[in-house]
């Protein structure tokens, strides 16, 4: 399998980078290199193994639906890069 | 004093031989001095850390002082620290000053330790030599024209430096193994759900674990025994009896069985590093282990299925930095989605990229079948074969690290050859196993690791058999000359 130019720039678009065309060329090397290691998986014939999506097969802890966190929010936002009344703010969506 | 194992530090503040803010300004002095030519360290704050020793001495004067109260330790970067800057080794996070604790630092502050500073890492824990930090190459002290391992290299140079007593690390793919065997140091990976991730910067969330760096086994149970613990704020952390993890130190070793699986034995490892492990199994079983050969048949899938895997789950994770909440935020843009992509564009460095998007690759429409359940599949495969193998072995051993340090710039600009520094290292994360690494020799001044791989929950089995090695050979006492 090799990745195209334009998977490249598709993908970087789906993941919010943005990516100059020598980059994208750049990256493309790279990725195609990357797929061939990860193709040598392909190789193994795993029908009928459960996937293992985890270390430890255990369930979701529950909890009590009650509030045991204080409110920090001052603090949080202190970091933030422009809040304006507790809210943060972002260009425009809506018009 | 900077010699001093945790246990002679703890006794020598005990005794009022010196006091936590004293041993503070030695290190802190001894990093200003040696710290520009290695680059250990991202954040050094002198006042945060004398007014926390202070406080370890004041606990220390009422009596109320526990093993590690008044031990300046370094802290990887990639823990949050309230009121520290945590960059995680990322321009993106460069700004960020950290308004709440991970779990990690909250017990280590509430057993009196003291934060000596933040130290350096590949970007976002993704590296295997430091190169990827935003902040510049950590060098190692053994050799300052080589990289120091990765991703916690940072803190595998200052333990080796002596510019911090112990340090911390994380390890997705042997973050805390490779840079400890590269330093000669001791590190200890835990079973994954035994140390919480909360506050831990995530990577690859079903691998992450954080760990103890330190110069031997016991100091490292001291560690380990603050740090691990049940924590309601991470989902996956496991709720388990405490356990004293230095409790079995001294058992002897006759009759164990110690697997040595044929794959960490064939090709693919430097001879020399080779024959320095094959030493360590011979001192092992001088103290009465017996050697059984075991198989890892699926081993060889252990990278490629890993580099579907924690690009997967960091390609989900790394969403978060979208300039709208905190870190980095691009100066100028159109309109959202330019913010996004420009701040993200600006934000990561080249290796973050490449993983971003190889993971949301795999994770999209029409691949996901073929590289991220098969991957999983895969996992699962290798999951077994360690289990397999624990039925007739207690302890599975071989390299840490393929090779001994390498120089910088070396591998940089070819992942694929970076990514094949963790071929030893990247199964028990996939398994979630404990495994840790001990210095078992040099090649050409340059140290080598031994690693031993355990069944699930067996660190203070591990960390025995670390320590009965510890004390019949002294490799780990070893210091580089530097400065």
Known sequence: MSLTLEQVRRIARLAR?????????????????????????????????????????????????VVDETNRRERYQAVAPEIEAGLYLVPKVIE | MIDKTLRQLSRALADREISSVELARLFLDRIERLDPQINAYITIDREKTLAQARAADARLAAGKAGPLTGIPLAQKDIFCAEGWRTTCGSKMLGNFVSPYDATVIERFNAAGAVILGKTNMDEFAMGSSTETSYFGVTRNPWDMERVPGGSSGGSAAAVAARLAPAATGTDTGGSIRQPSALCNLTGIKPTYGVVSRYGMIAYASSLDQGGPMARSAEDCALLLDVMAGFDARDSTSLDRPSEDYARALENPLAGLRIGLPKEFFGEGCDSGVMRRVEEAIAEYRRLGAK?????????????????????????????????????HRAPAYDDLADMYA???????????????????????????????????????????????????????????????????????????????????????????????????????GLPVGLQLIGDYFAEARLLNVAHRYQQTTDWHREMPVIG
């Open chain 2, 342 to 444: 420009k701040t993200r564009a600006q934000g990561f460095g080249d290796e973050v990229k490449r993983r971003v998007l190889i993971g949301t690759y795999v994770l999209s429409h029409g691949y996901y079948d073929a590289y991220y359940l098969q991957a999983q599949r895969v996992r699962r495969r290798i999951a077994e074969d360690f289990a397999e193998a624990f039925r007739q072995c207690d302890v599975i051993m071989g390299p840490t690290s393929p090779t001994t340090a390498f120089r910088i710039g070396e591998k940089a600009s070819d992942p694929v050859r970076m990514y094949l520094s963790d071929i030893y290292t990247i199964a028990v994360n996939l398994a979630g196993l404990p495994a840790m690494t001990i210095p078992a020799g040099f090649v050409d």
């Open chain 1, 17 to 65: 980078v943005e990516i100059s065309d020598a980059e994208a060329e750049n990256t493309l090397v790279h990725l195609n290199r990357i797929f061939s290691l990860i193709e040598e998986m392909q190789a193994v014939d795993t029908s009928g193994v459960e996937p293992m999506a985890h270390a430890q097969d255990l369930p979701q802890r529950l909890r009590e639906d």
């Open chain 2, 291 to 327: 050697t059984v050969e075991v198989a890892l048949p699926n081993m060889k899938l252990a990278v490629p299925a890993y580099y579907v895997i924690a690009p997967a789950e960091a390609s989900s994770n790394l969403a978060r930095y979208d300039g709208a909440r905190y870190g």
